[in-house]
């Protein structure tokens, strides 16, 4: 298989949760930020709404050449207008009434038990959908990386790239206001933990490896 058609299955396999995001009910949730507009280049600044003014625009993940985007998606890069430079040392950024939480910011600053959790675009940024007193929550493509790892070693080849991209999924994220740390829902088991002392009633039967994302987002509008 050539590397042009391998790459653009990369692209594509990683990004199929964002091209379905609609489906998700991500546009009729959306949290409307309370956060100055600009950039927050830091955790600190984040946490004391001090932005840098920074003029920014959102462009698409998917293509060589990133298209500017009429409307704000859930999954996007942004952009220095004046430099065209892409925005890779963030915490967050408010932008047109929504806020965005950068990959790399997620992975950084998460819960000390979610240390497995990786990224193929950590200078991404993921839109908040829901939020409160307690919590943003957020999803992202996030994958076990020895899983991940394991996928690539165990087939040769783009193949084994793309079965390793199949290890990602839009898992549940929330921001802690509390702890100031982000908490990644990596698995069933672990969202279970996660509310079992904030809303007993919302632990999911976990006849599979990953929690019912449409219900997480129910109890996170509950506890929020």
């Not at 050539?2 to 964002?18: C, D, E, Q, R, W």
């Not at 993940?61 to 998606?73: A, D, P, Q, R, S």
């Not at 100031?180 to 599979?208: A, L, M, P, T």
């Amino acid at each position: 298989m050539k590397p042009f058609f391998v790459l653009m299955i990369l692209i594509l396999a990683n990004n199929y949760s964002v091209l379905g995001q609609d489906s998700l009910g991500i546009k009729e949730v959306v949290y409307k930020s309370a956060y100055p507009e600009g950039v927050y280049f830091t955790k600190d600044d984040f946490i004391k709404k001090t932005p840098s003014q920074v003029q920014i625009v959102p462009k698409s993940i998917i293509g060589f050449k990133k298209k500017v985007l009429v409307e704000n998606v859930h999954n996007c890069f942004f952009y220095n207008v004046s430099s065209d430079k892409k925005i890779t040392k963030a915490f967050a950024v408010s932008y047109k009434g929504d806020l965005y939480f950068q990959i790399n910011a997620i992975l950084k600053n998460r819960h000390k038990d979610d240390d497995s959790q990786t990224n193929s675009f950590p200078h991404s940024f993921v839109r908040v959908i829901m939020g409160g007193d307690n919590f943003l929550y957020t999803e992202a493509d996030l994958a076990n990386s020895w899983a991940k790892a394991a996928a690539y070693g165990g087939v040769g080849g783009g193949v084994g790239a793309v079965l390793a991209n199949s290890f990602i999924y839009g898992k549940g994220v929330v921001w802690d206001f509390n702890n100031s740390e982000f908490n990644i829902f990596r698995n069933c088991k672990d969202f279970n933990e996660f509310i079992r002392d904030r809303y007993e009633i919302g632990i999911q039967d976990c006849k599979k490896s990953q929690p019912d994302a449409l219900k997480i987002r129910e109890i996170i509008e509950k506890i929020k």
